[in-house]
């Protein structure tokens, strides 16, 4: 997301002086000044920072920022994911990003206040990464499936970056095979800007069982992900969507797309009656996203093993309303070695 409204104000000229930048600062309530070149090129930053160090070796307001400005500095195109963005302001410990275009100049800028949203949510996700993860063994030998890599980050290191660029702050993880790979890496969720919990699943439970073990904080509905997915589903969309249809599960649904490598021949008594050349079909799946109401909770059996289709099913017998919110952004599901390779790929790790 982007923010504008204060991007003329922490604009300064590379002829600046440090009492400009110290202006800007003041004006636009940021800590940071882009600055630019006569062909409004972005050329460096300045934060308060900066301006310290400055001062304290002995420079002075009338000082150029050209002098001390930082030339190494970080900023993303217009395509840059929320996801990476929020990695960057992470890793490197900054609030704001600029957005440059084709030729070096701002287009925009992202916040950390604008990637959150305006205010934090109050809805808790559930990311189910209990699983062993047969099908990928020998991946999974040593290694819980989610914290399998991609582009060198953990799957579920993805999925807690994506809901947490939503707004999401209250997360719970059910754990099981290899638990403490997991609870080592993500700890209390902190460094993440969000509170981690866990529930231990003492024997397999399914993808809806251990939801049953869970202590609801309050009555908005519930955000479950699977913990081997890539997605950029938007949250927020998912959950009006949800809330505005006054559903009591909302599943995420995804069109799988084949396309059968040969001509399909139609026979009727021997005689061939049509021939169509490699056809394509379509079906929507489950997509492991869904949003469901605390009231479902009820539904699910104690310390049980329990699948989502199970809970699903169980709420349409009792005339539930059960709804499908089309998922058009991108999905991968990484159980298998074949769409693991396919996102690896297309991560360029």
């Not at 500095?73 to 960057?88: A, G, P, Q």
């Not at 993808?207 to 938007?234: R, Y």
């Not at 061939?272 to 997509?287: C, L």
Request: proline share 3%; hydrophobic share 40%.
């Amino acid at each position: 997301m982007r923010e504008e409204k204060n991007l003329k104000k922490m604009i300064i000229t590379n002829n600046s002086t440090i009492k400009d930048a110290l202006i800007s600062l003041e004006k636009s309530g940021q800590k940071i000044c882009f600055i630019i070149s006569t062909s409004d090129k972005m050329v460096g930053t300045l934060s308060d920072g900066d301006i310290r160090k400055g001062l304290l070796k002995g420079f002075n307001l009338k000082t150029k920022v050209i002098d001390l400005m930082n030339k190494d500095f970080v900023w993303v195109t217009k395509s840059e994911s929320r996801m990476n963005v929020l990695d960057l302001m992470k890793s490197r410990k900054i609030n704001v990003i600029p957005i440059l275009d084709k030729d070096k100049k701002i287009a925009g800028i992202h916040t950390l206040y604008g990637i959150l949203g305006s205010d934090i949510k109050s809805n808790v996700a559930v990311i189910m990464a209990g699983g062993k993860g047969e099908r990928l063994r020998p991946l999974t030998d040593s290694l819980p499936k989610p914290m399998i890599t991609v582009a060198g980050k953990p799957i579920l290191e993805r999925i807690i970056h994506h809901l947490v660029g939503y707004g999401i702050t209250e997360i719970v993880i059910t754990v099981n095979y290899l638990k403490e790979k997991i609870i080592d890496y993500f700890g209390n969720g902190n460094k993440y800007g969000c509170t981690i919990e866990y529930i231990n699943e003492e024997k397999p439970l399914g993808t809806a069982g251990s939801l049953s073990l869970l202590k609801l904080k309050n009555k908005e509905p519930l955000i479950v992900l699977n913990g081997d997915i890539i997605t950029q589903v938007d949250i927020s969309d998912m959950l009006k969507f949800h809330n505005f249809n006054n559903f009591h599960i909302t599943a995420g649904v995804y069109d799988y797309i084949h396309q059968i490598p040969f001509g399909v021949v139609n026979v009727n008594n021997q005689l061939i009656e049509t021939i169509e050349e490699k056809p394509v079909a379509s079906w929507q799946v489950a997509s492991g996203i869904y949003v469901i109401s605390s009231k479902i909770i009820s539904l699910i059996p104690k310390k049980q093993f329990f699948t989502m289709p199970d809970l699903i099913n169980k709420a349409l017998k009792q005339k539930k309303r059960v709804g499908a919110y089309r998922i058009e952004e991108e999905w991968m599901d990484i159980g298998r070695k074949s769409e693991l390779n396919r996102a690896r790929g297309t991560f360029l790790e």
